[in-house]
């Protein structure tokens, strides 16, 4: 930039040449612009061929073949309809427990992320020395899927809610705990300064300090976090844990004759997913106060 | 009028204030004990006493000692005669003839010493076991036709032996020992992931860092026709006992999932956007389809569209790149109309005014308004649809996940599971970084913060 702000003897000359300048960039730019997109059609094209090659079935195959199944479903649920309600009632307990899993990991995962995220906020923390080792902790429980940590719980402590329950808290504190922390990072000091000039301890300071500023946007992930956590341990639940996704594996590795509960299920989850993801986003948008 | 106006609002405000710190005081202890009520059912739900019966500790001490060590079996075939030596017991690390673990001296043709530490020594000499245990003595196990005879030096049997007629189990901090009819066999334990670089069959095997780096300069070559460097790439790459080559390839193949079912969903939804938002789409029933279809590609979960995928697709990384693909179409499609909602006119008309054709009025009057907008969004996919394709992988078949998921079933390839762990994280946390880096780069334009 300096060396463009020179003296105004050959300003003609300057005006000519910023243009040029100008025109090279742009130039430049769009080159590199292009170049991007070829390397990313390229990318997607070549990554596309391998996906295929090492597939089972062929895309080309499976593309004609995709609505087979839910047709399958859907005849023997028509067939069946009446068995629908019944099967549904049926399975409500196994819904609900799929439900519970996700509320408890949201609240224990919370209650880890609002820790975890004050002591790794510049400002707040209560070692600030530590702040690095607590934002890679963060890190590493966020990096973990919940399966790996569900599948090895599920060897030790048997079938069941309580390790996918665990699985997901571990993860949910993680990914609440970084967005806690950025939400920490806007809270204002000054309570925080009236507390200590009283002699107010570090949980108090934080309780009565920081809680309430932030809590209408802690609440707002939590919600956000239950919806996602509903989804996965429906996911949990196929893989071994319990709750409907484990109903849903039995019923459909089952095949047909029982694709009636196959639908059943599909549709407790489609409504439930949807039920909650309209509700939490209503409670979200009054919370950070949008329309 | 106006004085008792005023002399109601003090009163009334300070009817208010107290309202607000009863709702506030009852927020502040209600909420807390909602919570603690839901946790106390949820205690009961879950059946959280009954766990401590059905949670296999054993499994645990299992699990966590083979995620950090291996155990070498020395194995005396009871039937047919004749000793073998393996890492794991397994196939793949058998000790070929003629190579014996340090810790083991030949003394006879069926016969070996087998040192142990802390002072625990055994031996066995055909199909019989002499297992010296300090402070305590020397245990004599033999097979006698169809009984298997137990020689203690003590009275009472100790709880650290499982004895009956046709099987004996010693486990020992230093070692463990099982007789069968069919066989007597001995377990070392080490530190480490044993085999992890080279197997038994390399010539590499069991060099230092220091041997291996002279022979890769060496001119002499350990395998002819081959460099020593080449060979040694080779040899870790085909590992038979770690499999590094599928691995690699499981750890691409997730990442492609992601990779192509993010990008794939982006720009399926950037178009059926348009037609979602409200200031680009002029017929509200259009609009109106395309929001529930967003809706609806969303609320039928990546589990149910995983399982449908799988029907047609079969296994493999195609299937749980589609998953990806539908599920965040719906996302996306949601996400990127409402920025488009949020669009600023003025400089679209600046665009138009200027002479622009609807497609340049997208092209320069929109798109630059809206790509850091979804470029940070679908960058923030990606590096979280590489964890659900872990997951997605383990439904369908295909990637890390179904490596994972198949290591588990097994139940005694620890060691490599906490390898595919270890390699899971750092995969997620590379995205991660990578994600974050090119978000930087292209969004600030510029490596300035």
Known sequence: MADQTMSGADALGGVDRIRENYLAMARTRRLYGGLMLVVFIALMASGFIVADERNAGGFWDGVLNIFDFPAEVLSEAREKIANLPGLMVKFLPSLVETLNIAAASTLLGAVAAVILSLLSTRGLARYPALIGVFRRIMDVMRAIPEIVIALVLIFVLGGGPVPAMIAIAFHTAGALGKLFSEVNENASLKPLEGLESVGATWPQRMWLGVIPQVAPNYLSYALLRFEINIRASAILGFVGSGGIGYDLRNAFSWGQGRYDEVAAIFLLLFLTIVFFDQTSSHYRNKLVGRV | ?449
Do not use: C
Not at chain 2, 38 to 46: I, L
Not at chain 2, 59 to 87: E, F, Q
Not at chain 2, 163 to 177: L, M, Q
């Open chain 2, 1 to 449: 009028m106006a004085m008792a106006e005023a002399a109601r609002a003090p009163a009334d405000l300070k009817a208010q204030a107290l309202r607000l710190f009863a709702r506030k005081r009852l927020l502040s202890f209600g909420a807390p004990a909602a919570i603690l009520a839901y946790f106390v059912y949820v205690f009961f739900a879950f059946d959280i006493p009954g766990l401590a019966e059905r949670a296999r500790m054993d499994n645990a001490a299992i699990l966590v000692s083979d995620a950090y060590s291996y155990k070498t079996h020395i194995t005396h075939d009871n039937r047919n005669g004749g000793l073998t030596m393996a890492v794991e017991g397994e196939n793949k690390g058998t000790y070929p003839k003629g190579m014996i673990p340090d810790f083991v001296t030949m003394t006879g043709e069926d016969a070996a010493r087998i040192a142990l530490p802390d002072g625990y020594a055994a031996e066995i000499e055909g199909s019989t076991l002499r297992f010296d245990v300090p402070d305590y003595g020397r245990i004599v196990v033999r097979v006698e036709g169809r009984d298997i005879e137990l020689d203690l030096p003590t009275e009472t049997t100790p709880d650290w032996i499982s004895a009956s007629s046709s099987r004996v189990d010693i486990t020992t901090p230093g070692g463990r020992a099982i007789v069968t009819r069919a066989r007597t066999e001995v377990y070392r334990y080490r530190f480490g992931w044993e085999l992890f670089w080279f197997t038994l069959d390399s010539p590499f095997y069991g060099k230092s860092v220091g041997e291996l780096a002279s022979l890769a300069v060496s001119d002499q070559q350990v395998r002819p026709g081959v460099g020593n460097l080449a060979a040694m790439a080779h040899d870790f790459w085909n590992n038979a006992m770690w499999r590094h080559k599928d691995v690699l390839w499981a750890i691409f193949e997730t990442i492609l999932m992601a990779f192509l079912g993010t990008m794939g969903a982006a720009l399926v939804a950037l178009p059926l956007a348009f037609v979602a938002a409200a200031n680009f789409s002029r017929f509200a029933s259009a609009r109106f389809l395309m929001r529930r279809f967003f809706d609806f590609v969303r609320g039928v979960d990546g589990l149910i569209w995983t399982i449908i995928l799988s029907r047609a697709f079969g296994p493999g990384p195609m299937t749980g790149a589609l998953a990806i693909l539908i599920t965040d179409t719906g996302s996306f499609g949601k996400m990127f109309s409402e920025a488009l909602e949020n669009v600023d006119d003025k400089q679209i008309e600046g665009v138009q005014s200027t002479g622009a054709k609807p497609l340049q009025r997208y092209r320069f009057g929109v798109i630059p308004q809206l790509t850091p907008i979804l470029l940070s969004q679908v960058l923030y996919y990606l590096e979280s649809n590489t964890r659900s394709a872990t997951v997605i992988g383990a439904i369908t078949g295909g990637g890390i996940g179904l490596l994972l998921t198949q290591a588990i079933i097994t139940q005694k390839d620890w060691e490599e599971v906490s390898y595919y762990i270890v390699l899971i994280v750092l995969m997620v946390m590379f995205m991660d970084w990578l994600s974050g880096v090119l978000r930087r780069r292209l969004i600030t334009g510029g490596g300035e913060k």
